[in-house]
C-alpha cells in the first residue's frame, strides 16, 4: 500500500472499529458497522464524518474577489459576507478540474474548500491564476481539520456540544450555504451550514489539534439524539440520492459544467475568467447527466454502458447504486440530449444482462423539511 | 455457534460444509466483511450444474460486486431463499443463515480445499 496521508481523527476511528480505505490518497473510513445503518441515521437522526481529507485554501488581499471571479467559473465578488457559494474551477477548454465551496469571511478574505484528491491542481490554478494580481492565496490543509454533522437533528446536536460557544449569527438564525464564527475550547471555530448528504447540516472547521475533543464533544452531545460515526461508503450514497456530482465521476476536465447540469454555476456574463470561451462556444450536443432508475435490486455501476431499446450503446453509467432510502437501484449516467428527457426508456447493461430503467430528473431524494 | 475449524475454505473466500455427499456452500465472514451491506445475491437454479473454480452467482454490497465461484463441481440441489430475499443474512451469520446453496458433490473432492489455518494464513491472520 502506497503512503497513505492520516487525519487527526485516525485514532478516533481505529477505537470505533473503521473499516479503511484509500481515497484521494488519504487512509479515510469507509464504514463503522454497517453502511446502510449509517445511510439511515443520516436520513433520520444524524452521522458524524471525518473530512479533513478535504483541502482549504485561503484566499486575502485587495485582489481577492477580483482573482475569484477570474478563477473560478461563478460571480463570487457580490457573495455578501456570511455566505457560502457552489463553484467551479475550470481549465482553458472548459473542462471541470474540481468543484468547490467559496466562503466569503470579509471584504478581501474567502476560504475555499476543495476535494481531497484534486489539492495540487487546484493550488497548481490557483496559483498560476493569481499571478500579476495582489491576491494572495495560502493552503492551509495541513493545519485544520474538517467535521461535519449531517442530519434532520443536527443543528440539535452541534447546539448541544459542550465546548462549542459564542454562535453568531446562532444556528438557528443561519440559512443554507451560509457560516457562522465560534469558539470551541478559546479557538475560534468555523461552522457553515453545508454538506453533501442532501439533509440540512453543518461542516466544522477546527485546527487539527482541537479536531478530537471536538470529535469526541459533538459524538457525547449527539449520541443521545442518535448521532452515530458514518463513512465514505455512506456519504457516497447519500450523495447519490441527493443528485450530487462527486469529481472524477460525474465531474473531470472531459465533462463541461453544462453537461453536468451545472451552466447555472457559470456566470458567463461577467468579465473574463478562465474557460469562458470554450463554455460559451460549447456544442450543445454534448451528452448530458441524467438520473436513472430501475426496478429490483440489482444497481448499474461506475462503467457499465447504457443501451437504447435497439441494444445499441448510448452511454455510461458514472455512480449508481441500490438506493438505501429508496430501496430501488439509482444511477447516474451520461446519454445524448436526445434521450434525455424524463420517462425515456432505457437500459443498463449489468454484466451482461439488460435493466430497463427509466431516465428522471434529480435529484432522486428531496429533504422534506 | 459454528466449529469453524471444521470447515473447509477457498482463496475466492467461500467456506464449505460436508455432510455425507452434500455440500453447504457461504462466504466467510471476512468476504462479508469486506463487501460491506450485502443488497442482493444471484444464485444459481436448483437443479443445474456448477463446475469447481468458475462463477456461478454474484453477491452485490451497495459499494461493490463480488462474484460467487463454485468450490467444488455437482449439482445444485437447495439455494437459500431466505437470504435472496433478505441477503443481509450474509453479514449477520455469514456461517449459519447466511449459507447460499447446498451442492452434491463427490466428497473426496473436499481433500483439495484449504483448512481453516490455512485460510486464516491466507486473510493476513485477521479473523
Redesign the interface.
Known amino acids: 500500500m502506497p503512503d497513505l496521508r492520516t487525519t487527526a481523527l485516525a485514532d478516533r476511528h481505529a477505537a470505533l472499529g473503521a473499516s479503511f480505505t484509500d481515497f484521494g490518497g488519504w487512509n479515510m473510513p469507509v464504514r463503522y458497522t454497517s453502511d446502510l445503518a449509517e445511510h439511515h441515521a443520516v436520513r433520520t437522526a444524524a452521522g458524524l464524518f471525518d473530512i479533513s481529507h478535504m483541502a482549504e485554501f485561503l484566499v486575502t488581499g485587495s485582489g481577492a474577489a477580483a482573482f475569484l471571479d477570474y478563477a473560478l467559473a461563478g460571480r463570487i465578488s457580490t457573495m455578501k459576507i456570511g455566505k457560502a457559494k457552489y463553484s467551479l474551477l475550470l481549465d482553458e477548454t472548459g473542462g471541470v478540474i474540481d468543484d468547490v465551496i467559496v466562503y466569503r469571511t470579509g471584504d478581501d478574505d474567502f476560504l475555499v474548500i476543495s476535494n481531497a484528491g484534486n489539492r495540487a491542481l487546484v493550488a497548481e490554478a490557483f496559483v498560476a491564476r493569481a499571478a500579476y494580481t495582489p491576491a494572495v492565496v495560502e493552503d492551509i490543509s495541513d493545519q485544520m481539520s474538517l467535521i461535519a454533522v449531517q442530519g434532520p437533528r443536527a443543528r440539535e446536536i452541534v447546539e448541544a456540544t459542550v465546548g462549542v460557544t459564542d454562535v453568531a449569527p446562532a444556528l438557528a438564525d443561519l440559512g443554507y450555504y451560509a457560516w457562522s464564527q465560534g469558539r470551541f475550547q478559546d479557538e475560534k471555530l468555523f461552522i457553515a451550514r453545508t454538506g453533501y448528504t442532501g439533509e440540512d447540516g453543518f461542516e466544522l472547521m477546527v485546527p487539527n489539534a482541537l479536531a478530537p475533543a471536538l470529535w469526541d464533544a459533538l459524538l457525547a452531545a449527539g449520541e443521545p439524539l442518535g448521532l452515530v460515526p458514518a463513512g465514505l461508503a455512506a456519504r457516497d450514497t447519500l450523495r447519490l440520492e441527493a443528485g450530487m456530482p462527486l469529481h472524477g465521476h460525474e465531474l473531470s476536465t472531459a465533462i463541461r459544467p453544462a453537461q453536468a447540469g451545472l451552466g447555472r454555476v457559470v456566470s458567463a456574463d461577467k468579465g473574463e475568467f478562465v474557460g469562458k470561451e470554450a463554455v460559451v462556444t460549447a456544442s450543445t450536443d454534448l451528452p448530458v447527466l441524467v438520473g436513472l432508475v430501475a426496478e429490483g435490486r440489482r444497481a448499474g455501476r461506475a462503467g457499465y454502458a447504457v443501451m437504447d431499446a435497439d441494444g445499441t450503446s448510448v452511454g455510461e453509467i458514472t455512480s449508481g447504486a441500490l438506493s438505501p432510502t429508496l430501496g430501488h437501484p439509482i444511477a447516474m449516467a451520461f446519454v445524448p440530449p436526445a434521450l434525455a428527457e424524463p420517462g425515456t426508456s432505457l437500459f443498463i447493461d449489468v454484466r451482461g444482462t439488460l435493466i430497463p430503467a427509466t431516465v428522471t430528473a434529480l435529484p432522486f431524494y428531496r429533504r422534506t423539511a | 455457534m459454528t466449529d469453524l475449524t471444521a470447515l473447509k475454505y477457498t482463496e475466492e473466500h467461500e467456506w464449505v460444509a460436508l455432510a455425507g455427499d452434500v455440500a453447504t456452500v457461504g462466504i466467510t465472514d471476512y468476504a462479508a466483511?469486506k463487501l460491506?451491506?450485502v443488497?442482493?445475491v444471484?444464485l444459481p437454479a436448483v437443479g443445474s450444474t456448477v463446475t469447481a473454480n468458475t462463477v456461478c452467482g454474484?453477491i452485490?454490497?451497495?459499494?461493490s460486486?463480488g462474484e460467487l465461484y463454485a468450490p467444488l463441481s455437482g449439482e445444485i440441489v437447495a439455494v437459500n431463499d431466505a437470504v435472496v430475499d433478505d441477503p443481509?443474512l450474509v453479514?449477520s451469520g455469514a456461517f449459519e443463515g447466511g449459507w447460499l446453496v447446498k451442492i452434491q458433490v463427490d466428497p473426496a473432492d473436499v481433500d483439495g480445499l484449504l483448512d481453516r489455518t490455512a485460510y486464516v494464513a491466507l486473510t493476513g491472520g485477521e479473523e
Do not use: I, P, Q
Open positions: 466483511e460491506g451491506d443488497v442482493y444471484d454474484e452485490e454490497s451497495t459499494k460486486v443481509s453479514n
